[in-house]
């Protein structure tokens, strides 16, 4: 007996679809998947905000600097000689007129008397062509001489005279340089300084003294070139002594240097002192103290800075739409901790003072209270 073992059914073999078919087939998903999928929705970022309040701040500067005379001179010899005496040193207070030193004058001596035995010689020789000029001129109207010799006798005459009137000019000459050989203080003041010693030969307008006149004193300042940026009151300046605060005095900038000093990068500033007292001396050591004006500042803390491309900036939050926006400002100075905005923000701008690292511009933020 025979056992049939049945076929498995034969497997129809897929004949292959067309491109088009495959494509229809894939687009029909990928169609469904784009209608059912959700736009995505950016999270507003939690940041910490700031409302702008301008201040009116004053800044004070105190530097110090040193009193000086209003007016000073350089005193000096007008002829050369040896220094004979000297009456005065540094510190000491003299009076117009004083005398100050004394060169050897027999030099000068020496020529007072050559001039004057020159004026004498010119006289007797003005005598003689006086004489001769009279005789000449009694002769002429008589008769009894010639023109020529009138003629010549008048210009010896005259010739005598010159010589006169230049040996009495320089006999004024010598005697004028004699008496500069003593140095007398041209004004009242004080020696500041001495360059001369008893012996010491000394060249005809080499400063020998330094004399600071009494009146008005300055207190002079090096201020550094930064501090020109801001807007100091100039008009008002508190003085006081280094070494006693209790000597005070009031002041006001009478001269600004228009040359800066490269090597310190100040500027030389005078203040004329109002009433100085006397215990404020030439030479003291004085602070100087100035406010700036009052200017409307808005101060902000270092974490709000950022920047837009290589300028400062701060993000700002938008009433309207709770979105950031980065805003262009201009620094107007820098202090431990915080900045001071000069330009670019308006009173009441909500500006992002932490959390502003990832923010970009247009996206929604959400902020708790603000900085107390």
Not at 17 to 45: D, F, I, Q, Y
Not at 158 to 186: I, M, N, W
Request: include cysteine.
């Amino acid at each position: 007996m025979h056992h049939v073992i049945p076929r498995p059914p034969a497997m129809a073999i897929p004949r292959p679809m067309s491109a088009a078919v495959v494509l229809a087939l894939l687009a029909t998903p990928l169609g469904a998947c784009n209608e059912h999928s959700a736009a995505p929705v950016e999270r507003p970022a939690l940041v910490r905000t700031e409302l702008v309040q301008p201040r009116y701040g004053e800044a004070v500067m105190t530097l110090t600097g040193e009193v000086q005379p209003r007016f000073s001179a350089d005193l000096s010899f007008r002829v050369s000689g040896r220094v004979l005496a000297r009456r005065v040193d540094v510190g000491a207070h003299v009076n117009a007129g004083d005398l100050l030193a004394r060169l050897d004058p027999a030099e000068q001596q020496a020529d007072l008397d050559a001039a004057t035995a020159g004026v004498t010689a010119a006289e007797a020789q003005l005598r003689v062509a006086q004489a001769t000029f009279d005789r000449q001129s009694s002769l002429l109207s008589s008769g009894f001489t010639t023109r020529i010799a009138y003629d010549q006798a008048q210009e010896q005459l005259r010739t005598t005279q010159s010589t006169l009137e230049s040996a009495k000019a320089e006999l004024g000459r010598t005697r004028e340089a004699l008496g500069d050989t003593e140095l007398h203080a041209g004004a009242a003041g004080v020696i500041t300084a001495r360059s001369l010693e008893l012996g010491q030969v000394v060249q005809a307008a080499q400063s020998v003294f330094s004399l600071a006149q009494d009146g008005e004193r300055d207190a002079i300042f090096d201020v550094p070139e930064s501090m020109f940026f801001a807007e100091v009151e100039y008009r008002r300046v508190s003085l006081a002594l280094v070494s006693d605060s209790h000597v005070t005095a009031r002041g006001y900038v009478r001269e600004i240097s228009p040359a800066v000093d490269a090597k310190i990068s100040a500027v030389r500033v005078k203040v004329a002192i109002q009433n100085p007292p006397p215990a404020m001396t030439l030479g003291s050591a004085i602070a100087g103290t100035a406010g700036t004006k009052p200017v409307a500042e808005i101060m902000l803390p270092w974490t709000a800075l950022t920047a837009a491309g290589s300028k400062p900036a701060v993000w700002i939050v938008d009433p309207k739409t709770n979105t950031a926006l980065l805003k262009p400002v201009t620094v107007g100075a820098y202090e431990a901790g915080a900045v001071l905005i000069k330009q670019g923000l308006e009173p009441g701008d909500r500006v992002v003072i932490d959390g502003g690292k990832l923010l970009s511009s247009g996206q929604p933020v959400t902020y708790g209270e603000d900085r107390s």
